[in-house]
């Protein structure tokens, strides 16, 4: 596998009521020691990963957040991608970043005008969202936001949709909200079915393809919109647990990145890890089990190539 999530904190300023990585609404305290992270990176070159997700909780809350950056530019391998909510994003963040040479795709959270806010705990989360996407996009980052829709907050998304594409934006990405445990808890009964979400996203689909728009618009399992090359691609969702075949419309990411959380567990993607805790999953732990063997051996190839991971995704997303 080319590619690591590599969760280096699961800490976070803000308290989201949809987070993905808990299992109840206490805080989440895991994270990752300087120590610890420069040991994985070693152990990820030696296996052949080049590139990485870095994520959390919110990364750049970690106490030597740059000095990792500076460890995975030492050893040849580079961010891909930035999840983050952009509450730590600064020029002078930006400005090191330039010399480092790195310049990853900044995936920013955004979950609608005037739902923001309550989707993440915060008061002030929107306007500082909002902040830190026009800042990278002024200094020539790629910017995608990650967008959660569900049925509280579907009503914005078209005018939302608008200002992030004026904005300048280079993708915007809409999931439905994962009903990972802490969801269910704090919003019951504001999940999609999956027939709700597939007729939602042709109602987005149609409003963004009639206005005129730069970002491209993906809709997770669903499709995608290139208003650039006026075309579109469609995907649609497919839920059969019976019948497995490699062209069923799953996930290929796991299939190219292993991710791991702060606690050194593996996860074939870190929006099941949440869930598979509660269940008790072990795909097995990088501290534990170090990461050659966690990739070559076991339960998490077993779950990544196999019918398993179909059944988990099934069960935790489109139950």
Known sequence: MPKMNLQITAKCNYNCIH???AVDNAPLLSE???EQIVALLDEAQACGISAFTVTGGEPMAHKRFMDIVREIYKRDMFIDELNTNGFFIKQETLDEFKKIGCFPLMKI?????GYHDWMRGRAGA???????IQLCIDNGFRVMIQYNINKKNEPTVPESLDMLDKMGVDRIRLICTTPAPRWEQNAAGQSYTTEEYFNASMKIFEHYIKAPHNATLTVW???DVYPKRHAFSLAPVKANTQNY????????GVRGMIAVGANGQAYPCLQMSGWMDEHGWDLG??????LKKTLQEG???????EHVLQNIICRCYLR
């Not at 959270?109 to 005008?113: L, V, Y």
């Not at 075949?245 to 290929?252: A, I, Q, S």
């Not at 339960?299 to 190539?305: H, P």
């Open 109 to 113: 959270s955004f979950d609608g005008i």
């Open 32 to 34: 990752m020691s300087f």
């Open 299 to 305: 339960n998490f190839l077993d779950c990544v190539y």
């Open 245 to 252: 075949r490699d062209t069923l419309p799953l996930c290929k």
């Open 126 to 132: 929107e306007k500082d969202a909002l902040r830190a």
């Open 285 to 290: 732990n990088v501290f534990r089990d170090g």
């Open 221 to 223: 399992q669903v499709g």
């Open 19 to 21: 987070c993905f990585n």
